[in-house]
């Protein structure tokens, strides 16, 4: 079975520069995840997305920070202008259910190592 | 609010030796628990979970019990090998998967 991919694997812009990232789910995963997980600590959740919608979206910095899942499957997450403060890796999982099965396993992808200068 | 909290890092151990990781969370109800794991390089992996008081969790030689009285979800290994450096991250999940900092272990031959 294939994992949670993700692209870019490393990314380094300017501040104020936008980029975005993408991510392709375990297939058949109905929930999506977008986390930040800066140098030293663990990850923190900035998106979740229960098939196309949105679930909790209560820690994204959204005058900066935009994702979307238009059909469900993969999702795209964008920073525009891009800050010093989000350099950092950012990690994609998915998982079969997610809404409100406590039990559900999250499959991680690689991540994208973003720097910005 | 909701948290979790590890013990500090890195911790260095020789090959064969007993590892503890301390985990203890504050959370609403009664989440289930996780321990994930971070190899160089790689994303994170699910290592072994608990979901209910009294719960251990196993998985390749690692062992965690879920204390509800002391709200702990320490993690066990009785003899580390090299290819077990890594970072541990505890987790624990009510509505949504909160993360401990993470243990970054590095194991000598």
């Known amino acids: 079975e294939a994992g949670v991919a993700q692209s870019p694997r490393y990314k380094i812009i300017e501040k104020r520069q936008s980029v975005a990232f993408w991510c392709n789910p375990i297939?058949?995963?109905?929930?999506l995840y977008w986390y930040q997980q800066i140098l030293g600590q663990g990850p923190k959740l900035l998106i979740q997305f229960q098939n196309n919608g949105v679930v909790d979206d209560s820690q994204l910095p959204k005058d900066r920070f935009s994702a979307e899942r238009l059909k469900g499957v993969d999702s795209t997450l964008k920073i525009q202008p891009a800050k010093l403060e989000d350099s950092a890796v950012y990690l994609c999982?998915?998982?079969?259910?997610?809404?409100?099965?406590?039990?559900?396993?999250?499959?991680f992808g690689p991540g994208t190592r973003l720097t910005v200068l | 609010g909701d948290s979790v909290t590890q013990m500090e890092g890195p911790v260095t151990l020789s090959e064969e030796a007993f590892l503890t990781i301390n985990c203890t969370y504050t959370a609403t109800g009664y989440p289930s628990l996780f321990w994930y794991v971070q190899y160089p390089g790689e994303g994170l992996q699910l290592l072994l979970k608990a979901t209910k008081a009294d719960d251990k969790g196993s998985n390749k030689g690692f062992e965690a019990t879920y204390r509800k009285e002391t709200t702990s979800f320490h993690l066990e290994k009785g003899s580390v090998q090299v290819s077990d450096s890594a970072v541990y991250f505890c987790a624990h999940m009510g509505g949504k998967l909160i993360f401990g900092q993470g243990t970054e272990l590095s194991v000598k031959p």
């Open positions: 297939s058949g995963h109905a929930t």
């Open positions: 999982a998915s998982s079969l259910v997610g809404l409100l099965r406590g039990t559900d396993t999250q499959y």
